[in-house]
């Protein structure tokens, strides 16, 4: 089936990783989220794409080119993000005459339910949670409570547990309903089209096993975390006899590991990266390509974006390294608070729970530490931020 990928957001709340990258660009266990997106579309049966792109538009055309996986990718380009149905609008001139699916490029979708989505008929994928309140819930007919009558965007008293994952296999007559009116929140949202739908034909509500949202940065550990499992074990790069490499470990083409190096799998090192001698990295940690883990370095449960340095003597937990970040030597990160809380992050002004008990820091592309800084749990550094000497970072340093 045709499928309409969304990929033109601006990606607010994961700032300052998308301060110059399209959030499906980031990275995930190597490749960027979209390029999952697209995989396991190719997987459910999706027949072309057209992605609708506008933030940083180039970054997604020039990685994907025309086709991926044998399947055309035509590009429809949405000038400004003013909202989910705006974005289907523009894909709109780009779809046969035909039903349609849709699709978030930034979010995560388990393989066997997408397929089941894209098996059905008008259909929305749903997910149970435990805080419906903080997402749209679906709202089902009384009589048959697969059949979807409409979603009610983060209600107060939510009616069921059962949510809307932004995926949707549209009837073709749905590319006539595209023009909604602006909702409270400002705007043009695919929902509004959900709703006319189900009073015109029947949708049904798909129920996803497994889906994750990549909204906020911690969301890509968790991302990093679930795409970790399905890696295999593959050493292209140059392995020294020195290293320990255990476990389902990928190190791509042109990467060195040098001796001393413990690495415990799932991990991945891209290409060009060095790590060691005498580095540890455990837990799903992706070391982006060009990375440099360098003596007495230890990386825990993190995402170091490509050319991300941590030279001489760090320890880095439960964190975000954006693009060409350099760690001073002795820059350690702190993920768990005394109190054993969840660590909380700013988003957007707000202080909002990660949900974690370990999370460390998000720091922007070309962040430098001085030598011996302490990041405290949950701090963000900001695109192209400094540290000092010795300091002691409690609070965010955004500008
Ligand atoms: P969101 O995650 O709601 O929006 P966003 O990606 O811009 O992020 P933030 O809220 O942090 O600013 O968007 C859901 C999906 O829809 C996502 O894949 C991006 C896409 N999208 C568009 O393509 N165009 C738009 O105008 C909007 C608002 C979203």
Redesign the pocket.
Known sequence: MQTVV?????????RPLTDATP??MLRAAGRPLLEHTLDRAADAGASRFVV?V??EADQVRDHFGDSHRGLDIAYAE?TA????A??VRAAAPELDDAPFVVL????LYDPESLATLYDSGPAVGSYRVDNPSNYGVLQLDSDDNTRVTGVVEKPANPESNLINT?SYVFPATAKDRLDVSTSERG?LELTDVLETVCGETTVTAVPFDRWL?V?RPWELLAATEWLSESLSRRLDGTVSDGATIEGDVVVEAGATIKAGVTIEGPAYIGEDATIGPNAYIRGATAIGAGANVGHAVEIKNSVLLSGATVGHLSYVGDSILGRGVNFGAGTTVANLRHDDKPVEVTVKGERVSTGRRKFGVVVGDKAKTGINTSLNAGVVVGTEMTTTPGEVLTRDRRE
């Open positions: 969304l990929a033109a957001g601006q990606g607010t709340r994961m959030k499906p609708v506008g933030y949405q993000q003013r909202g989910t705006d974005a978030n490029g930034d979010a932004g705007e949202d909204g």
